[in-house]
Nanobody, 121 residues
Framework: QLQLVESGGGLVQPGGSLRLSCLAS????????IGWFRQAPGKEREGISC????????YYADSVKGRFTISRDHAKNTVYLQMNSLKPEDTAVYHC??????????????WGQGTQVTVSS
């Protein structure tokens, strides 16, 4: 059964760090691009990062560039999102998403349930 399960969210002070994990099962992680999205209350869903193992590409939204890093550990079937220098505006529910193909430009196909990140003093 195909599944994506996020973890690692929580409450952190501004300037702090968190590492989110997306544990994948039911498919071969290397064959697909994986993205991270977030949605804050009252705001539109925002795509913030994507990783393609096929061509080694990684993409970041301007809002997180230089602060967030996406990575993969295929032995653990896990994609990570390292988040540094967190700001209150990073507060949102974060979801990992499997794309339809190995390309980040392909459409979203499967979503995880999400993990809450709250940045507050």
């Amino acid at each position: 059964q195909l599944q994506l399960v996020e973890s690692g969210g929580g409450l952190v002070q501004p300037g702090g760090s968190l590492r989110l994990s997306c544990l994948a099962s039911g498919f071969t992680l290397e064959d697909y691009a994986i993205g991270w999205f977030r949605q804050a209350p009252g705001k539109e869903r925002e795509g913030i990062s994507c990783s393609s193992w096929y061509d080694g590409s990684a993409y970041y939204a301007d809002s997180v560039k230089g602060r967030f890093t996406i990575s993969r550990d295929h032995a653990k079937n896990t994609v990570y999102l390292q988040m540094n220098s967190l700001k209150p505006e990073d507060t949102a529910v974060y979801h990992c998403v499997r794309r339809k193909t190995h390309r980040c430009q392909s459409t979203n196909e499967y979503w995880g349930q999400g993990t809450q990140v709250t940045v507050s003093s």
